[in-house]
Structures are given as structure tokens and as C-alpha cells.
């Protein structure tokens, strides 16, 4: 389910991420651990994530997904093993909440670029997902809250 999408302006984001391209069957595998390197990144060098986790897609194709995992930060981390220093750049974007577990954004997703093209914006290549509620918030994968992010060509 998703609730109302509006546009909104995005601010500069510093981020601490790992990239990754993998086949779009695995990304339930390295999802999990990558997550968990980054946090664990972080903690070793004192600095705590400023937000929830999130995914940047950078390109997806419907086999690939080329993308980075990670968390806000507040000032720039040092690179270590695979986690770098990155950015979500200021965008004007749709943004919406999806309320439900986490297959339903294959759906979920259509949606909303449905809803970008009959508003008269044009989508950008990439996405990002905020994973605001989830598992290590509730059992119940109905209480999960994933917000979308589609930045706008136009």
C-alpha cells in the first residue's frame, strides 16, 4: 500500500556505503551483510549513522542491479575495506511511503512511476528506498515502512 506521493526537494546527503552489482536474485544474500559491515564500520570509528538504512539504485536492469547500501552520516567516513565515503546529491524527487513487506516494492514501484508519468514528470534513472520501519522493528511485515525516492528529470 502507498500512501499519497508529492515532490518534493531533497538537501545534500553525506553517506557512508558499499556498492555493489549483483544478479538481481541475490540481493536478499549480500543485503544483510553489507548492512552490517557498514554499521560495524562505523562503529570503529565512532561515528553513528544519522538516519535509517537505505539502498541507491544507481541502474537497474531487470537482471542486474547496480546499486549502493548504507546509512546518513553527519561528517565524511575514512574508506575501510569496502565502505566508502558517498553522497545522495540534492534532487527534486516523488517520494512516497510503502507500507508492507518488502516484496511488494517490485509492485510498489510501478506505482509510483505510474504516478510520476500522469502528474507530467519524467523519472530519472536512479532510485533510493529508506528503510524507515522493518524487521528490526516489528515481526509483522505489515507495520514496515519503506519510503521511495524517484528524483525528476524535469
Do not use: C
Not at 549513522?49 to 549502493?68: C, K, L, N, Q, T
Request: hydrophobic share 45%.
Amino acid at each position: 500500500m502507498l500512501d499519497e506521493p508529492r515532490i518534493v526537494e531533497t538537501e545534500r546527503q553525506e553517506t557512508a556505503v558499499i556498492r555493489l552489482t549483483v544478479p538481481r536474485a541475490e540481493i536478499q544474500k549480500v543485503m544483510g551483510p553489507a548492512i552490517a559491515e557498514v554499521l560495524g564500520a562505523l562503529a570503529a570509528q565512532g561515528v553513528a549513522p544519522a538516519g535509517p538504512v537505505f539502498s541507491h539504485h544507481v541502474r537497474m536492469s531487470p537482471d542486474v542491479f547496480d546499486f549502493e547500501v548504507g546509512v546518513p552520516v553527519a561528517a565524511p567516513v575514512k574508506p575501510v575495506g569496502r565502505v566508502q565515503a558517498s553522497e545522495l546529491a540534492a534532487a527534486k524527487v516523488a517520494r512516497t511511503v510503502y507500507r508492507g513487506p518488502y516484496e511488494g516494492l517490485a509492485t510498489a514501484w510501478p506505482e509510483l512511476t505510474a504516478w510520476i508519468e500522469a502528474a507530467g514528470h519524467r523519472p530519472a534513472a536512479n532510485l533510493w528506498e529508506v528503510y524507515a520501519a522493518g524487521p528490526e522493528s516489528s515481526p509483522d511485515p505489515a507495520s514496515w515502512r519503506t519510503e521511495l525516492n524517484r528524483p525528476l528529470l524535469d
